[in-house]
């Protein structure tokens, strides 16, 4: 990742790092800009699982034997 950090008023590339505010030598416009944000992100499992017991809707399929023979 190239990190360039832009001058938020004359979005020139040429902003130095003073030590603790980000300065543009442009326009002389003074920052203090760290937008490296640490989003972590939780996941929560749900373990939902399916149990025996409930409503199952057994569908039977009617096998119809068809045997016709030919001569
Ligand atoms: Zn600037």
Redesign the pocket.
């Known amino acids: 990742m190239t990190d360039v950090v832009k ?1 938020p ?2 979005s ?1 590339e040429n902003v130095y790092f003073d030590g603790t505010s980000n300065v ?1 030598p ?2 002389f ?1 003074e920052w203090s800009g760290d937008e490296t944000a640490n989003n972590t992100v939780v996941k929560d499992s749900n373990g939902t699982e399916l149990q025996d017991g409930d409503a199952v809707t057994v569908i039977k399929d009617l096998k119809v034997k068809g045997s016709s023979m030919v001569i």
């Open positions: 001058c008023k004359c020139m543009c442009d326009c416009y």
